[in-house]
């Protein structure tokens, strides 16, 4: 399973074309205190995406091996070169360690014919052969760099229509957002005008209940109640 299976679906609201709040005075680093804080609270876990722990060179025990000497910083072990001296028999009154000697002889003479020949074939061929070598990875280069140029014309292609995405949206946002700060200010005003209302009714009927109070309006009234009932008794 890809990589790319893994990865949640993410919402990028970003419009780093437009959005210019970044630049006000104090604002980088309130935002950089912002992320410095998310960055403490997250947690060191790796997320559940990640791969379990790999282990190299499980199927190449001598990859194995030279990687932990690595790891200890232990040197290198030096190539053996005894095999590659011309030493006399050991015992001379031994036929088998004059057989050693001299297979060690022919072998040793065999390695010299070997080296002779890689030289006259390298003085022959290598000139041409590393040439053809170089060629190859002009090519090679000339073909990589043609690739970068390509995807770095497509990001320029997609960096302009991001920027002309953006700033076409930019101005419907600038002009929904002047119309919502009309309509939050008509608001308030309706709103301020509204408690102003309640205010002035509140008022006025506190002054009625006084002129009431004053006049006896109330004390009349239950007079002319008391009135009716009884005529009505009657």
Not at 117 to 122: A, F, G, K, P, S
């Amino acid at each position: 399973m890809e990589a790319s299976d893994f990865t949640p679906n993410v919402v990028v609201d970003s419009l780093p074309y437009i959005d210019n709040e970044i630049n006000y005075e104090g604002m980088r680093e309130q935002v950089d205190k912002l992320v410095e804080q998310e960055r403490r609270k997250r947690t060191k876990k790796d997320p559940p995406n990640f791969p379990a722990t790999i282990e190299l060179f499980k199927d190449s025990p001598m990859l194995a091996a030279e990687l932990q000497r690595v790891q200890l910083g232990k040197p290198m072990e030096q190539i053996d070169t005894n095999r590659y001296k011309l030493e006399p028999p050991q015992d001379s009154s031994n036929v088998e360690s004059w057989k050693k000697a001299a297979d060690n002889s022919k072998a040793q003479l065999e390695q010299q014919n070997l080296r002779l020949l890689n030289m006259e074939l390298l003085h022959k061929y290598g000139a041409n052969a590393w040439r053809l070598h170089n060629f190859q990875l002009e090519q090679e280069l000339k073909q990589l760099q043609g690739t970068l140029e390509q995807y770095k014309q497509e990001i320029l292609e997609v960096n302009k229509e991001r920027k002309a995405e953006q700033l076409q949206a930019g101005k419907r946002l600038e002009m929904l957002e002047s119309s919502w700060s009309d309509l939050v200010g008509k608001t308030l005003q309706v709103q301020f005008a509204c408690d102003s209302l309640e205010k002035e009714v509140e008022n006025l009927r506190q002054v009625e209940q006084q002129l009431k109070t004053e006049l006896g309006i109330e004390k009349l009234a239950l007079n002319d109640q008391d009135s009716n009932e009884t005529a009505e008794e009657k």
